[in-house]
Nanobody
């Protein structure tokens, strides 16, 4: 049984919006860090956003001001509201979750290294 299940991907025109959701179950529900990373063909994997249950968020520079991460702690669901989407946002988006320190969760870089992943959801932005 998958512990992280993503939904909400799809196709949208540039400038549009999408909202991704990721529901945690099983051991993933004990995570204190949840977030999203993305992988586009031929590009390096990028940690997009993370949220720590104790408070605090991280955003990569490429999405800051356009994406918002939030969490429903009662259902352990994390959301990624993506606005003003650009062509370069096209990628497979993966939900990641685990227990770690706030410094790791919110420190950027490969914060999701070693984390549980979901199956991914495709986001395609067209002109």
């Amino acid at each position: 049984q998958a512990e992280l299940v993503e939904s909400g991907g799809g196709s949208v025109q540039a400038g549009g919006s999408l909202r991704l959701s990721c529901a945690a179950s099983g051991h993933a529900r004990s995570s204190n860090c949840m977030g999203w990373f993305r992988q586009a063909p031929g590009k390096e994997r990028e940690g997009v956003a993370a949220i720590w249950t104790g408070g605090g968020t991280y955003y990569s520079d490429s999405v800051k001001g356009r994406f918002t991460i939030s969490q429903d702690k009662t259902t352990m669901t994390v959301y990624l509201q993506m606005n003003s989407l650009k062509l370069e946002d096209t990628a497979m988006y993966y939900c990641a979750a685990d227990r770690t320190s706030a410094a790791t969760c919110l420190g950027g870089g490969y914060w999701y290294s070693g984390f549980r992943w979901g199956q991914g959801t495709q986001v395609t932005v067209s002109s």
